[in-house]
T-cell receptor, first 114, second 116 residues
Framework: DAGVIQSPRHEVTEMGQEVTLRCKPISGHDYLFWYRQTMMRGLELLIYFNNNVPIDDSGMPEDRFSAKMPNASFSTLKIQPSEPRDSAVYFC????????????FGDGTRLSIL | AQSVTQLDSHVSVSEGTPVLLRCNYSSSYSPSLFWYVQHPNKGLQLLLKYTSAATLVKGINGFEAEFKKSETSFHLTKPSAHMSDAAEYFCVVTLGGGTSYGKLTFGQGTILTVHP
């Protein structure tokens, strides 16, 4: 079975540029999550979707961040304009509905903003 | 409110010796608990989960964990460490109380080093 697929795996860009991260969840999963991982703050939940609808975006750090899920098989996380402090590893995860369902993670996008 | 505390930030063992990674949790509801492993430059991989069935849970790669409600613990063990076990391990608890999905609360992580 294909897992959660993220692209690109690595992104290096200059501050001020727009960055778009992409995620394909596991087929049949109702929930999709975006996380950010840094050494200082660990794993932080940014936003999650249920059936393509954003449910909780309280973890999105500021208005420069936006996320969309136009269909059940694709989601994007966009940063515009990007800043050096956005440098981190961004993970996408998906799960089936249900309190006990584990989340399945992609391999992440390592983002470096110069 | 819920929280999870991993008692050791680093654990170092020799290959072939037992592994113990400690985790304590607090939760207002009956929790679901998970252990995830993260290898360098990879995402988190589910090792095992506890969901109020058997208190001793067996996972992949020879790992197991025991849920002890009286001690609010969910420690991860393996009888014999392998070099490939070197990674970071996360203890995770879900929010209970009527939600339709498990919002994860992560521990701080424990880095396991395995020496030859």
């Amino acid at each position: 079975d294909a897992g959660v697929i993220q692209s690109p795996r690595h992104e290096v860009t200059e501050m001020g540029q727009e960055v778009t991260l992409r995620c394909k969840p596991i087929s049949g999963h109702d929930y999709l999550f975006w996380y950010r991982q840094t050494m200082m703050r660990g794993l932080e939940l940014l936003i999650y979707f249920n059936n393509n609808v954003p449910i909780d975006d309280s973890g999105m750090p500021e208005d420069r961040f936006s996320a969309k899920m136009p269909n059940a098989s694709f989601s994007t996380l966009k940063i515009q304009p990007s800043e050096p402090r956005d440098s981190a590893v961004y993970f996408c995860a998906s799960s089936r509905a249900g309190l006990n369902q584990p989340q399945h993670f992609g391999d992440g996008t390592r983002l470096s903003i110069l | 409110a819920q929280s999870v505390t991993q008692l050791d930030s680093h654990v170092s063992v020799s290959e072939g010796t037992p592994v113990l990674l400690r985790c304590n949790y607090s939760s207002s509801y009956s929790p679901s608990l998970f252990w995830y492993v993260q290898h360098p430059n990879k995402g988190l991989q589910l090792l095992l989960k506890y969901t109020s069935a058997a208190t001793l849970v067996k996972g992949i790669n020879g790992f197991e964990a025991e849920f002890k409600k009286s001690e609010t613990s969910f420690h991860l063990t393996k009888p014999s460490a392998h070099m490939s076990d070197a990674a970071e391990y996360f203890c995770v608890v879900t929010l209970g109380g009527g939600t339709s999905y498990g919002k994860l609360t992560f521990g701080q992580g424990t880095i396991l080093t395995v020496h030859p």
